[in-house]
Each structure stands twice: as C-alpha cells, then as structure tokens.
C-alpha cells in the first residue's frame, strides 16, 4: 500500500494489484463513496461480498495515516468529519491461464487484478442560512 497527502487536510491510500475482478470490486465501493469513515467500516463489516474484506483494510491504513499526520485534529475523527472524499478502481494486471476444453481445445481463462485508491478529507464546516 502506497501512500500520499494530497494537502494538509486529504491524506490517500493505494493497494496495488488486489486480486479481485474490478467489476466486483466497484460494486462495494460504489455503496461507501462519501461516506463517513467509521460509518463506511460498518457497512463494510456487514457485507457479504469478498471485496468488502480488502477495503475494510484499506479504509483502517487510511485512517491511522490520517490520525499519524493529524494528531491534534482527532476530534474531528470522533465527531464524524472525516469521510471518504474519492475512491477509485483501476483496472490491474490480467494474469492469463489455459484450461482445457472438449476436442483437443484450450479455453482462456483471465484473472483479473485492479488498483485500489482512497483518498480521505474533512467536512467543512457548513454556514447555512436560513432565508424565512
């Protein structure tokens, strides 16, 4: 896993080569794009699919980078500021086999990898003006 700080309060995570089909990954991270992080964890905790697995870690190392470079912002941890701004799956390596099919033929089989890259911010405080 890769990481960068795009700017003081965005901190990103990357895994490369997750051996899971990109298709089946994006359909979890689908459900957790902007979302809060540690709402984000329950969703995940709960699913059935296998990919939740992989992002469940991968949504842990992004928080512990954030509170690692962030020490005296961890309230804003606590008090649900911090979300899940971008997260992006990048198609990976294809490693190709051979199996063996009816008459002498081969069938080919693609296992796919993808990339993996979340990047984290914190929620500006919103100024909302009521007009009544």
Known sequence: MTTSAASSRQHSVRANDVPTSPRKMRLVTDIIRGVEVNRALDILKFSKKHASI???TLVRSAIANWEAKNPENTKELDNGNV????????????????????QGRAGRIRKRSNHVTIILDVKKPSTVEDNK
């Not at 979300?83 to 009816?102: A, F, N, S």
């Open 83 to 102: 979300y899940i701004k971008t997260i992006m799956v990048d198609e990976g390596r294809t490693l190709k086999r051979i199996r063996p099919c009816p």
């Open 54 to 56: 992989t992002l469940q």
